[in-house]
């Protein structure tokens, strides 16, 4: 019959071993973790790179949507030149002076207006993901300084 230190010594050993079983699994638990957070980390620019394409150039909606918007840019353009030119015809009427002011801050508020669409289309020409999607009849580019915009080549 095993004596009570014998007992006792039998199952501290046992209970030591389960502890450190318990420290095993967590260990391995948590390299497991790291091991795989780490994969989906250094894996993370090509996903998301893959992602972005495919919700960009492999997107039939953002092709179409893409060739309209440069569209749609050109005809702003054109409609602020139209504004622009309505304004300065009034302006050639020798209108009163309150009026006068109007107009002079309108043109330049136009003027601001269409620089900026102007850009936003120049910048969207030169993207690469955009530009293979535009219309090959638009211009490669706007200009700021013309007077006015043809929005065929």
Known sequence: MP????VFAEGSRALRYTLAGIVLLALVYVAGVFAWGGAAWSTAPFR????????????????????????????????????IGALRDELDTKPSEYRTDQITTSLTALRAARAEL?????????Q???????????PAELST?????????
């Open 48 to 83: 998301g790179a893959a992602e972005a394409r495919e919700r960009t150039v492999g997107s039939g909606e953002f092709r179409l949507s893409t060739y309209e918007e440069f569209f749609d840019l050109c005809a702003a353009v054109q409609t602020k030149e139209d504004e």
């Open 118 to 126: 102007v850009n936003d289309y120049n910048a969207k020409s030169r």
């Open 145 to 153: 300084d013309a007077k006015e915009t043809s929005c065929a080549a």
């Open 128 to 138: 690469e993901h955009r530009k293979a999607f535009k219309d090959a009849g638009l």
């Open 3 to 6: 004596t009570d230190s014998r």
